[in-house]
């Protein structure tokens, strides 16, 4: 078995490669000029790319305003009830999108908490809002989780010299740490960012699948694949796919990166 | 100056139980102790980066128990420096500078001033990443006294360099200290820095002081047999003490001292082995203690050469190479050694050892 074993392990690496590649690759191989230029130049598909870029932009925001303090402070630990909070915060992250979503529109729609923001005007469900909660709810463990293990991997004593050197505390993390986390930072940015733009169980259940409301690019998949638009279909999941290996690009790039620090 | 009053901390591993510490003027204090021992923690808990469970900080006549670092005027060194890597040794250094805005030309003078002290003005637009370690020692020593400092917490800062270096330094640290005239508080486990650096010494031990004063008094009347141990008196033999009535008797095992200090119960002796005369004949003189030995191995130590010698039990004595080579010492040959009593150091470790099990 012995001086098989490393053979074996190639093989199966480069069959799963093979794999990847087939199945991917082939997916560009069933578009054809024409339909890419009908579908770009489409209303629907338009609309489609401007919400996602509009409400993926915005959820990565939103994600980064509470993840960066949230993961900063794990990371530091020491908080009162740290264990059974982190693993509370973690949940969502082996939880299938599309249960997060059923919790969602039965938060926002039967609870009082719900009813009640629907009472001020500031209605959820079926909306693009709906959209921009499902992805924020959905990607925040996961930024979290990425800036947590950034800043823990800095070392506290940065910020203590940088406090007996005129730093508040505040000024310490902003001057001192935050930028040493710059790699994980943009790292976990990016990766949230292709995330929210592909979302689809949380948001289909929250936002639900109106075409030329709630349609994002996954969405517009969905119902084009449903009505039988197989070209449209087609050519969306390549859009997606391009997103996704820009994103992995630029991933690798950024941990070369970090690695040399 | 300062004083450290009864402070207690835990964090972690690491604790501070009751612990007391007093400067009076700006001296340079050398604290040693083991790893383990909380001193970090306790140089943390000056700067103000930990607040004590119990306790207060006293600093220039103020209780500066609850003061934010930022307020306290005390410096502070890590042993790995933490040197800023996003920014240059010229921003490292302007850091605080920045930080509290202060004005331009105050800036100017004093980077020059400790720049040249300690000759790093070609290193201002270098990366830290790119220094070596002793550059990055002056960096951070500079970084850390361009706010003029009141007190400069060092924690180990010698520890990671060679040798040549480490001397070096310590020659610089101590012209920052004559020229600045602040007290520094230095961390060690190095028994060199104390006699290298220390005007008094701390001894710390499990989160408290348990000895301080000038370094020569402490070595030369150790209180306790672990602060024998770190000063670096080698020979430490444990054993039975029994008075007679005039004095009493040492059983150290194949060996019996008669000394006239009444002891009695477990004690641990301490004998410097610098302390220890070694002659070829039995010699008349005012020491009364002369033994037979004979020379098991011969160590240098520099200048020195320690000379391990059985007299029944194992005891160094420290000579140095000329008169090695004079009296043609090597493993085998008889010798006599020879010590006065007043070097002999009895501890006392009945009541020490039972706390120390607990």
């Known amino acids: ?261 | 100056m300062l004083f450290v009053d009864n402070v207690s901390l835990t964090l972690g591993d690491f604790h501070l139980n009751s612990l007391s510490l007093h400067l009076e003027s700006p001296e340079y204090w050398v604290i040693i102790g083991p790893s383990g021992a909380g001193k970090t923690i306790l140089l943390e808990t000056i700067a103000g980066i930990h607040r004590p469970d119990k306790g207060r900080i006293y600093f220039e006549g103020n209780d500066i128990t609850h003061y934010q670092p930022k307020d306290r005027h005390i410096a502070m060194m890590y042993q790995d420096l933490m040197l800023f890597p996003h920014m240059t040794v010229r921003e490292n250094i302007l850091f605080s500078m920045k930080i509290r805005k202060t004005d331009d030309d105050d800036i100017k003078e004093k980077v020059s001033d400790l720049v040249n002290i300690l000759g790093i003005s070609n290193l201002i637009d270098r990366n830290p990443d790119t220094l070596s370690g002793g550059e990055a020692q002056r960096v951070a020593l500079t970084r850390a006294l361009i706010q003029k400092p009141r007190l400069l917490l060092l924690d180990e800062p010698l520890s990671a360099l060679d040798s040549m270096t480490r001397e070096r330094l310590r020659q610089e640290i101590r012209k920052i200290h004559q020229h600045l005239k602040i007290p520094i508080i230095h961390i060690t486990h190095h028994f060199e820095d104390v006699y290298a650096l220390a005007e008094k010494v701390a001894i710390m031990q499990d989160g408290m002081i348990v000895q301080t004063g000038k370094p020569e008094d402490v070595f030369s009347h150790p209180c306790t047999p672990y602060v024998a141990q770190i000063c670096g008196t080698e020979n430490i033999f444990r054993g039975e003490a029994t008075a007679d009535g005039t004095g009493s008797v040492l059983n150290l095992g194949a060996l019996c001292i008669r000394i006239t200090a009444p002891y009695s119960g477990p004690v641990v002796v301490a004998l410097r082995s610098e302390d220890i005369i070694i002659s070829l004949e039995r010699f008349r003189s005012s020491a009364r203690h002369t033994l037979q030995a004979t020379v098991v191995e011969l160590i240098p130590s520099g200048p020195f050469i320690r000379v391990v010698l059985n007299t029944g039990i194992r005891m160094i004595a420290m000579v140095t190479r000329t008169s090695c080579e004079e009296f043609a010492l090597k493993p085998g040959c008889q010798v006599f050694v020879t010590f006065k009593e007043s070097a002999i150091h009895v501890i006392p470790t009945g009541e020490l050892d039972d706390e120390r099990r607990q």
């Open chain 1, 1 to 261: 078995m012995g001086k098989f074993f490393y053979p074996i392990t190639a093989i199966l690496a480069f069959f799963s490669g093979g794999v990847t590649l087939l199945v991917l690759g082939g997916l560009i191989t069933f578009i054809s000029p024409d339909s890419i230029v009908q579908t770009l130049t489409s209303p629907e598909i338009g609309y489609a790319i401007q919400l996602s870029l509009v409400t993926s932009i915005i959820s990565t925001t939103l994600c980064a305003v509470v993840a960066i303090p949230s993961g900063y402070i794990l990371s530091r630990g020491g908080l009162y009830g740290q264990r059974p909070l982190v693993m509370l915060l973690m949940l969502p992250l082996s939880l299938p999108p599309l249960v997060a979503g059923v919790a969602l529109l039965l938060f926002f729609a039967r609870t009082p908490i719900g009813t009640g923001l629907e009472d001020i005007g500031i209605t959820v469900v079926y909306t693009q809002l709906g959209i921009i909660v499902a992805q924020w709810f959905v990607n925040l463990p996961y930024l979290i989780r990425v800036m947590r293990s950034s800043f823990a991997m800095i070392s506290p004593r940065y910020e203590h010299i940088a406090r007996t050197l005129g730093c508040t505390d505040f000024q310490a993390f902003w001057h001192i740490t935050l930028p040493m986390a710059r790699a994980g930072l943009i790292s976990g940015l990016v990766i949230t960012w292709s995330k929210a733009m592909g979302e689809f169980g949380a948001v289909l259940m929250l936002a639900g699948a109106t075409r030329m409301h709630t349609e994002t690019l996954p969405i517009a998949l969905y119902l084009n694949m449903a009505t039988g638009d197989l070209d449209i279909a087609i050519t969306t999941a390549c859009i997606l796919l391009g997103i996704a290996a820009v994103t992995m690009f630029f991933f690798e790039r950024l941990s070369e990166g970090s690695e040399r620090v």
